[in-house]
Every structure is written in structure tokens, then in C-alpha cells.
């Protein structure tokens, strides 16, 4: 394990422990809470985990490799950032894969557009989303995140083209 797992871990026994002897009857009392609270939405996880498993078994990362193609066009820019918002990859998935994408020559603009969207905008996890936040909230935050995505693109772009 890394230090800093191992370090949260203890810090967050610690935070217990004290939080347990300043009073018990809350702690265990939000512990329970929470416990309910992750019961009722573990068919919601156990669902986009499964979309996800489903997506990339659809568009594997070579599939999205071709489709984002290579340099940093405004046509690739965009469908990097759909694409992005489509897919649900792990991050220990995405990184090689930008990585990958920057080897066979994807310009940066586009490679940040697809990560920024990847990890901001959430297409598959909207219904999980609007159950939680509400529908209105849910829609204008991935829109918001998605152009805000694609003004991080165009300034990394600027900054490191």
C-alpha cells in the first residue's frame, strides 16, 4: 500500500476513535445512517458498474483510439469531447490510453478535451444523478461541466501547443 493510503486510513481510525469517545451514541448512530444510506443505493452502483463493464466491452480503447485520430483539429476536439462524455472509463484505463493516443500523435487540445469530459461530464450516470440532485440540477451541471471541458481543452491547448 502507498504511505498516503495508509496514512488516510490511520487518520480517519483516529477521527473515529475520538469521535467515538466524545459520543458513542452519535457515532454509532451515524454510522448506521450511513450504512442505510449506502444500502439503498447499492443497486444504483451495482447498475452503472455494470453499464460501465458494458461500454467498454463495446468500445474498447483501440475503438476510441481511431475514432479521436490524430492531431488537434476542431472536428477531433469535439468528437474526443462526445466521446468523452459518452464513456465511463476507469481512470487507471483513461491515463495509458492518453497516453497512447499522445504517442500516435493526438494534439493536446483534443486529448485534454476527451480526459476533461471523461472525468466531468457523467452521460451514463445522469439517471443515478438526476434520482439523487434532481433532474434540473443534474442537466445544467453536465452541461455546464461538458463546455466548461472544452474551454480547459482550448486553454491547455494554448498553454502547451
Same mark, same amino acid.
Request: glycine share 10%; aromatic share 8%.
Given at each position: ?5 495508509i496514512?488516510?486510513?490511520l ?18 448512530g ?15 452502483i ?9 461500454i ?7 475503438k ?5 485520430g ?12 462526445? @466521446? %468523452?462524455?459518452? =464513456? *465511463?472509463?476507469?481512470a487507471?484505463?483513461? #491515463?495509458?490510453l492518453?497516453?497512447?493516443? /499522445? ?17 466531468? @461530464? %457523467?452521460f451514463? =450516470? *445522469?439517471?443515478?444523478?438526476k434520482?439523487? #440532485? ?5 442537466? /445544467?451541471?453536465n ?19
Amino acid at each position: 500500500m502507498y504511505m498516503t493510503t495508509i496514512l488516510l486510513f490511520l487518520v480517519t481510525i483516529s477521527v473515529l476513535v475520538i469521535s467515538l469517545f466524545k459520543d458513542k451514541g452519535k457515532t454509532i448512530g451515524s454510522m448506521k445512517k450511513a450504512k442505510g444510506m449506502m444500502g439503498s443505493m447499492i443497486s444504483d452502483i451495482v447498475g452503472v458498474l455494470l453499464l460501465i463493464g458494458l461500454i467498454l466491452a463495446i468500445i474498447p480503447p483501440e475503438k476510441i483510439e481511431s475514432m479521436i485520430g490524430s492531431g488537434s483539429s476542431f472536428i477531433a476536439t469535439i468528437v474526443s469531447a462526445l @466521446v %468523452g462524455t459518452i =464513456t *465511463l472509463i476507469p481512470a487507471f484505463v483513461a #491515463f495509458p490510453l492518453i497516453g497512447s493516443l /499522445k504517442a500516435n500523435g493526438a494534439g493536446i487540445t483534443t486529448l485534454t478535451a476527451f480526459l476533461t469530459t471523461l472525468t466531468m @461530464v %457523467g452521460f451514463v =450516470t *445522469l439517471p443515478l444523478e438526476k434520482e439523487t #440532485f434532481g433532474k434540473q440540477f443534474a442537466i /445544467k451541471r453536465n452541461l455546464l461541466s461538458f463546455i466548461f471541458a472544452l474551454i480547459i481543452a482550448i486553454v491547455v491547448g494554448g498553454i502547451m501547443g
